[in-house]
């Protein structure tokens, strides 16, 4: 019997053999991520097609199967708010290893349950009442250090027509070799890589919040004002606000006090992850058109805090350039019962001018590490600020070698992100890359450096106008090549009406950047082409030619100036200006001339000599810094300002002894959810009987082009006074009526209005003075108003603005209601 049990045995081994060798292990694993924002997906549901085999993916979006055998050809990954997902399975094959990428919008055409006492609106409630114990803004002080990743990546590299430009062929090989071909849809090539590494601390009562640069690592700029931007006091999302801002719009966050005006919300189901339950929330914006999200968030049990969410830009938003965009918040357990902020994620897809041609991608990622609450240490570190907010770099935070960069990043650099800096390098190295750069900034500014100097701006080379008619400028300066401190600019034009050469010089010397001390001298004598706005269109340009008003009066000034100030600023935000100025007039055209304005003391007309002070305060203003100069970008709070001059006679031939003292208030406020105002408040009065030339002018406008400064139904030389007050107001609404008209809400319309009005008069003494000459064209207010109001159309083609502005105030002769309405355009450039 024994050889009986040898063949039984061997049967059976070979039995087992055989079907292991026929039935080897098939095995699928990977992770599952929004295409967009690469962020992991949980609790995903995985099933092969036409079977009952399927699992879910991990917390982490992780999954695996290990299987005998293909049980399909495709395995189905779904996801609520997410489009279902096939993925073909090469069954010749007995491993894969798959990233799976799930586009966002499913949720879209998903069933919404409107009831009021819905799972998802019960949820939503009870994440409102304990906001105010899960906000980190509740505790007394906390702080943490802050990694801060900014990239810019141009997307769809391969076939963008930017990267065919003839100007980049000379170092397109360099280019070529850093897109990234990883990814399955399409490639991307990296531009820009920036890192900031800060300690960030905050304190409640009374609010104070401080931030120290320990690192920043840049490429081809160091300026500190753009490093402060990358750090907590600029870019601090917090979605338990009612408002998240993104780019310079307020958007309603769903879990908002107000949310359910706004949203509806589901909760499809539950999961415990290490140990602890969590309820899926989804949101879904219940308007078209209105500034909200799509997206959803794991809740915690009980405490109903935030443990992810993910917020998506609606389609239909109000925001401009965006293609896509995705932010993402994620929060730690800290202390067994309190949840933090742990990262931040922001991605977008910029399209400035379509798909082919200027497509970007921009990321931004901040993990917060070292998190204390409720420390004195993080009292001790406020108690070096002077003002309530405090933004510091150090001097070697730019200066730190790579060996430190790779112990002090919270997470290591990619391959794709460490190629960035070696393409930069490379890159910076070349001349062709540098003279490109140089004519893009040459295009874009107006200035191209040449050597130590600079020429332009190109747009004031050439012009026209009535009295001197074809007009040639040329601009030189100096920049910091030349000398750090010193800045020296200036021009020569000549008219070939008049024939005559005009010019101007200025210097400039920089004591301090922060907080801000210069010292500037300057001399002029050229045409008067008006006082300058921010975003005035003055006379002196190539624009300007064909946006003059008709039938308007040509009046035509020429001036000639010195002056010196000094100008010192302190943390606190307060400044002190002081300047002296000798300024003489010589009327040119349409204008009463010197031989009307007799003096009495010997000097010579329409010549004075001025000492003044200006007071300005501007509490926590933010700049961004130039060379020598800088660009406000506001401040919180209201800026207010004060001036004063004295008018002194007999110095270098001046004439006229007078005082003027005015001021002013403005405010720049976001008023969410109905957009945002402009306001600013003025009065002033002049002292003395003087000539035009020294009396009050308010601004008319005598372009098409919209002034924000300026009364843009007046023309300049219109009206004079000696005391004045007055105050513009512009309320920007956003879409507001235009996002219940399907095609201006899919062309994102907005709107606005706006109002100016000026109170002014003059007295018998200067009148008498100054409007002996009935052919001069003056008036006077007589102490009355003058009024206009705007609305109009904002945001035409992203770029264009109309402005439809109504005279009522004085209401014009029966003869002259032309003078009552003018349409007037304008450019520029907002998300």
Known sequence: ?????????????????????????????????????????????????????????????????????????TLMVTFVGFEDYALPIDTTLEEIQVIIEMERGKSNA????????????????????????????????????????????????????LIRFPLLKPFKSVIYKNIDSTSETKPILPLYLTESLSDYYYQRRPQKTREEFKAVKTMGFNNPSISKMLGGMYQNVNVYKNFIPVF?????????DYGSAYYYY????????????????????????????????????????????????????????????????????????????????????????DKNRLNFIGRKTSTYRN??????????????????????????ASKHSDAYWQGARHEQLTKTEKGIYKMIDTLMEMPSFQRFTDLVYFIGTGYKNVGNYEIGPWYNWVTANAYEGLRLRFDLGTNTGFNKKIYLTGYLAYGFADQKWKGRFQSLYLFNKSPRSTLMASFINDIDNGQVYYDEVGSDNLFAIALRKPNVPLRYMKIEQEKLEYFKEWNSGFSVTLNGMRRRSSPLSNLPLKDSFPTANGGESLNSFEMGIKLRFAYLEKFLDGNFYRISIGSDYPIVEAHYSKGISG???????YHKLGGSVSDYKKISPFGSIYYNAYAGKVFGTLPYTLLEIPPGNNLWYYNKYAFNMMTRYEYLTDWYAGINVEHNIGNGLFRFIPLTRMLKFRQFWSAKVLWGDISQANKEYNFDNVENGFKSLEG???????????????????????????????EKTFDRFGIFGSFRVVF
């Open 1 to 73: 019997m024994g050889w009986k049990r040898l063949i039984i045995s061997s049967i059976v081994f070979l039995s087992v053999f055989t079907f292991s060798a026929s039935a080897q292990v098939k095995k699928i694993s990977g992770h599952i991520q929004d295409s967009h924002s690469e962020e992991r997906i949980p609790f995903a549901s995985l099933e092969f097609k036409n079977t009952t085999i399927g699992a879910l993916s991990d917390s982490a979006g992780n999954f695996s199967f290990t299987l005998s055998h293909w049980p399909s050809d």
């Open 110 to 161: 998903e069933v919404i349950i409107k009831s009021k006492i819905g799972k998802g609106m019960i949820m939503w409630r009870k994440i409102v009442q304990h906001k105010q114990f899960n906000d980190r803004a509740r505790f007394d002080n906390f702080s943490y250090e802050l990694y801060n990743k900014l990239e810019a990546d141009l997307n769809d590299a391969a076939n963008n027509k």
């Open 248 to 256: 310079d719009k307020d958007f309603v966050s769903p879990i908002s």
């Open 266 to 353: 589901r909760v499809p189901d539950t999961q415990y992850i290490g140990g602890r339950r969590f309820f899926h929330f989804l949101f879904t914006p219940k308007h078209k058109g209105e500034n909200t999200f799509i997206g959803d968030a794991w809740i915690a049990d009980s405490s109903y805090a935030v443990m992810k969410m993910n917020l998506r830009v609606s389609e239909l938003a109000n925001l401009n350039f965006v293609e896509k965009l995705d932010l993402v918040q994620e929060y730690q357990l800290i202390n067994d019962s309190v949840w933090f902020l742990s990262k931040d994620k922001f991605v977008a897809d910029f399209i400035f001018l």
């Open 371 to 396: 998190i204390l609450v409720n420390d004195t240490s993080v009292t001790n570190a406020l108690q070096k600020n002077k003002l309530r907010e405090e933004v510091v770099v150090s001097d070697s």
């Open 651 to 657: 110095v270098l031939g001046s004439s006229y002894n």
């Open 784 to 814: 009355k108003p003058y009024m206009e109001i705007g609305t109009g159309v904002d945001n035409i083609f992203k770029i264009f603005r109309l402005d439809f502005i109504w005279k009522v105030l004085p209401r014009p002769l029966p």
